[in-house]
């Protein structure tokens, strides 16, 4: 029975993870193990959320996948999103 729970938990948090890794751009190196724990983070946070709101499991899932994909770009994907900056001289300004 502890077994099947714990599979349950591990699968289902490889899900979730994957599917979060995979809406944020760019590529991130974590593993195996931190995408488990990072689906596993999304849908505790996913399933407290759809539990306040009172919807479905299915929105429930939804919310765990987009919590999941914020926790990867708070983590992981912050790099990314440094990197998309202007060249000097481009005329960066919105004035200009």
Known sequence: MILAVLLSVVVSGLIVGGLGRLLVPGHSRMGIGATILIGFA???????????????????????????????????????????????????????
Not at 51 to 67: E, Q, R
Not at 71 to 96: D, E, N
Request: hydrophobic share 45%.
């Open 42 to 96: 999304g849908s505790v946070v996913g399933n407290i959320v759809g539990a306040i709101l009172g919807v479905g499991p299915i929105i429930d899932f939804v919310l765990a996948v987009g919590a999941a994909a914020v926790i990867v770009a708070g983590t992981h994907g912050h790099r990314h999103f440094r990197q998309r900056r202007l060249p000097p001289g481009s005329g960066g300004s919105l004035g200009a």
